[in-house]
């Protein structure tokens, strides 16, 4: 008995309009009220009180939670499971990649790698790696420091190394990322200033501005002024204060010539990609002086110009990465990604003077704004759940992995056979696939003709929903609970620990509620899934054990179902 949807259980114009109405009231910081005094943050030794608690915190800080790692976090509390967490490292994707092309290349001798591999590895570790706050802040850092392999440019064995690198930095100091950022080639093709070359007033020619503008507005200090709490500084008039001008890009993108290609031995030619070392997607640009602009460059305030391409990149992004904006931008984005689209100005001020300090006099150390923005007040308030002023919309990728996670899906390959999810028709995302350097969504996204809209609230994740989406991720999932997805159906779930609830719709209907909804479904959606679980009905008589086996087998995918498509499951809380 294959597993479907049953008839009038799901309507997908009407999920999308309840899911519409739903985040029309999601919003705000958890009720500070727009101030600036700093709250109280729970005890950073305390453990969770009860498994809601402990599902909540892992809703935010993982890609999903599971049996083991609710009763990980009990037992040891918020503070020993980050700090277990930020000393684990995570699998490396380019090390997956090169171990795959071995592999194809022993049957297809001239076999390459792509984009689908990349996506294994992402799949792969995302549902499989221990060290699951990494995971996630990955993911989280590839939607602010953005490359694309919608960009053919992009090679993926380069964007494996690229997903790395920003895993080795996710908890080191916001200093170092942003210099291995710029220098990574591929993001160097992808905001093409790899081979950016010095002025030549005979010919007319300019650096090549995109990096420098980009690296400032979407990367680290914004379009403007920024008070401490992220509120956005107006002049006289209540006007915007623009934080750069298109002066400060043009002094700025000179610093970021004469980078390219690493070589062992640099010449014309590999500055140019020509006898291109194999490891040249992989391994940081290089400085080629002669490609260099000499001249002085002036942005942000500062003057440089000792000639030294290296030295004036170290005292560039020294500049930036001292930017009063930066704790306030970056932190809001880091809340916005793990935790509510909309926190309140309070909640970004308490985390960017983390940025500012940690405490130990370090600036930008991303560890301690981990534990800020996680151990916060406003995050850890098992209250806002039940609010119309906190929360967000859950990316589809991590929907997709939150499955993998909480009903123990295996691979039947090993390789976690998922290729690119990005139609309209699957989930409408993919890692590193975003459709342009402003990520899938914009952080400040205001849907228009909603109720959040004339609130003037954010909701980024809407910026991809509507109803071909959401009739695409409520297709996607019916078949990947139902028959597993991936070619072949690599990636399913045989949901070993359902079935032996199965003969209890309500103990189901706990099940999903422990694993996928913190504790805080509704007596509503409890109501329908135990009615439409019990719907299925479990042959007796004389029907065989298979027959009674693929009975309950269906009453669990159908659980699962109906609570991953539910406007409850959707807006995390």
């Known amino acids: 008995m294959p597993f479907v949807a049953m008839p009038g259980l799901i309507r997908t114009a009407a999920l999308s309009t309840a899911l519409v109405a739903s985040l029309s009231g999601c919003g705000g910081g958890g009720g500070e009220g727009g101030g600036t005094t700093p709250g109280p943050t729970p005890p950073t030794e305390s453990l969770p009180r009860n498994d809601a608690e402990a599902a909540r915190f892992l809703t935010q800080a993982t890609f999903g939670a599971n049996d083991a790692e609710i009763n990980s976090l009990r037992s040891l509390g918020y503070t020993r499971w980050l700090e277990r967490q930020i000393t684990l490292a995570s699998p490396s994707h380019q090390a997956y990649m090169d171990n795959r092309l071995v592999q194809l290349r022993l049957t297809q001798p001239t076999a390459t790698l792509n984009a689908n591999h990349f ?71 992808y905001l093409t200033h790899l081979a950016n070359q010095r002025e030549d007033p005979a010919t007319g020619r300019s650096p090549d501005e995109n990096y420098a503008r980009e690296v400032m507005q979407l990367m680290t200090i914004g379009v403007n002024r920024l008070n401490a709490d992220g509120t956005v500084v107006t002049d006289g008039s209540g006007n915007p204060v623009p934080a750069y001008t298109p002066d400060d890009i043009s002094g700025l993108a000179k610093v970021f010539t004469g980078f390219s290609w690493y070589s062992p031995a640099p010449s014309n030619n590999t500055f140019f990609g020509r006898n291109r070392d194999p490891d ?22 500062t003057t440089i110009g000792s000639g030294d391409g290296n030295a004036e990149l170290t005292q560039a992004l020294d500049v930036i990465f001292n930017h009063p904006n930066v704790g306030p931008f970056i932190c809001r984005q880091l809340i916005q990604r793990l935790v509510t689209s909309n926190p309140g100005p309070a909640y970004v001020q308490r985390v960017a003077a983390v940025f500012n300090n940690n405490g130990a006099g370090v600036r930008g150390d991303l560890a301690a704004v981990v534990r800020a923005i996680l151990l916060d007040a406003d995050a850890r308030d098992m209250g806002a759940v039940t609010t119309s002023s906190f929360g967000k919309i859950r990316e589809p990728m991590i929907r997709l992995a939150n499955w993998m996670r909480a009903f123990g899906a295996t691979s039947v390959s090993g390789n976690y056979l998922v290729n690119s999810t990005s139609g309209s028709l699957s989930l409408g995302q993919s890692a590193l696939a975003a459709p342009s350097v402003f990520n899938f969504f914009r952080p400040g996204y205001v849907p228009p003709n909603t109720r959040l809209g004339a609130a003037g609230l954010n909701a980024p994740e809407f910026q991809i929903v509507d109803e071909v989406s959401v009739a695409g991720y409520a297709n996607t999932m019916q078949t990947a609970i139902g028959t597993g997805i ?56 004389t029907a065989t054990q ?10 669990a995918r159908l659980a699962v179902y109906l609570t991953m498509v539910s406007p409850e499951y959707l807006v995390q809380r």
């Open 280 to 301: 040249a997607s992989v391994r940081s640009m290089i400085l080629y002086s002669a490609f260099h602009s000499t001249s002085t460059k002036t942005f942000l305030g």
């Open 486 to 541: 991936g070619t072949g159906s690599d990636v399913r779930s045989a949901y070993s620990v359902e079935v032996t609830l199965a003969d209890d719709p309500a103990l189901l209907a706990d099940r999903m509620n422990r694993l996928l909804l913190y504790g805080q479904m509704s007596s509503a959606l409890r109501t329908a899934i135990i009615d439409s679980v019990a719907g299925v009905a479990i042959p007796g008589g």
């Open 119 to 189: 996506y294994e590895s992402f799949w792969l570790h995302a549902a499989t790696s221990e060290a699951q706050l990494r995971e996630r802040m990955k993911l989280a850092l590839s939607e602010i420091f953005v490359i694309s392999m919608v960009d053919p440019g992009v090679d993926a064995r380069g964007a494996g190394a690229y997903y790395d690198m920003l895993g080795a930095n996710a908890f080191g100091n916001f200093r170092t990322l942003l210099q291995q950022v710029t220098l990574h080639p591929m993001m160097g093709i």
């Open 546 to 555: 298979a027959q009674i086996d693929a009975a309950k087998l269906n009453r």
